[in-house]
């Protein structure tokens, strides 16, 4: 079994644009993640497919109703912070801080506890491996926030790829990047997004099952709302490659998704460890 995973978040949250679109503003914007997250969870349904659904805390406070029609479809719900601030920006008590706030939310939503935790724009980096510390501390048991890569705002290239747990002070910590494939000594991701988007089907099919079969290593896969929304109103924020990286591919992103749904088998976080512990 693969893990299929979903930051719930709108397209005006991304941090390519969050220099021209302040939190302070984020109230003016035409939300679109009810109906984008509905059509997800009718594609998931059609596959017969249980997800992990990574949601900003702001989402939670203002849909609730819409992370309970998750939750009661049998998804995970797991935290993806509440400002969608990236964590190496952060001072270790402003985490702990924004960790706790958006985990009260979920947590008086669902009605239950939240153990698994994602990083907006996967933003653990080598100088904020202090935040797995403070997850394990606060009762998470899942990580899903270190990107085994090169890039511009994220990443630490020589990271362990692949589901595996980490020693942390307050515990042991599972750690479940996204996907990434090795050629000529470098690391290159394959798990989702941009990258999805970006690539060829056939490349993300090819390295799934590349993957797969290489010691049964599951595959970490990754996805927005937005991403399969391509009427979603045009931004005039960012950098060009910001707004380029952003908008590339969204018409065919569902078509694509639903190929690779259809293609392999996907499950929640909790269910391929589950399925691997010893």
Known sequence: ???????????????????????????????????????????????GVKATFFVLGWVAQRFPELVQEIHNSGHEIGSHGYW???????????????????????GDVIGQGVTAYRAPSFSITQE????????????????SSIMPIHHDRYGI?????????????????????PSVVRFAGRNFPVGGGGYFRLCPLGWTLYCLSRL???????????????????????????????????????????????TLLRSFRFGRLCDVIEQIRP
């Open 1 to 47: 079994m693969n893990a299929l995973t979903i930051d719930l978040e709108d397209y005006f949250h991304v941090t390519g644009f969050e220099k021209d679109i302040p939190r302070s503003r984020w109230n003016r914007f035409d939300c679109r993640i009810v109906p984008n997250t509905k059509r997800l969870l009718g594609l998931l349904d059609r596959h």
């Open 84 to 106: 969608h601030r990236l964590v190496y920006e952060q001072s270790p008590e402003e985490f702990r801080l924004d960790l706790r706030q958006s985990r009260e939310v979920l």
């Open 128 to 143: 904020s491996l202090w935040a797995l510390d403070i997850l394990a501390d606060e009762g998470f048991r899942v990580d």
């Open 157 to 177: 290239p020589n990271a362990e790829p692949g589901l595996h747990q980490r020693k942390t002070s307050a515990g042991r910590l599972w750690e479940f990047p």
């Open 212 to 258: 797969n079969r290489r010691g049964q290593q599951p595959f970490m896969f990754y996805a927005h709302p937005w991403e399969i929304d391509p009427a979603q109103p045009r931004l005039k924020a960012g950098s060009r490659f910001s707004r380029f990286r952003h908008r590339v591919n969204l018409a065919t992103t569902e078509h694509k998704l639903d």
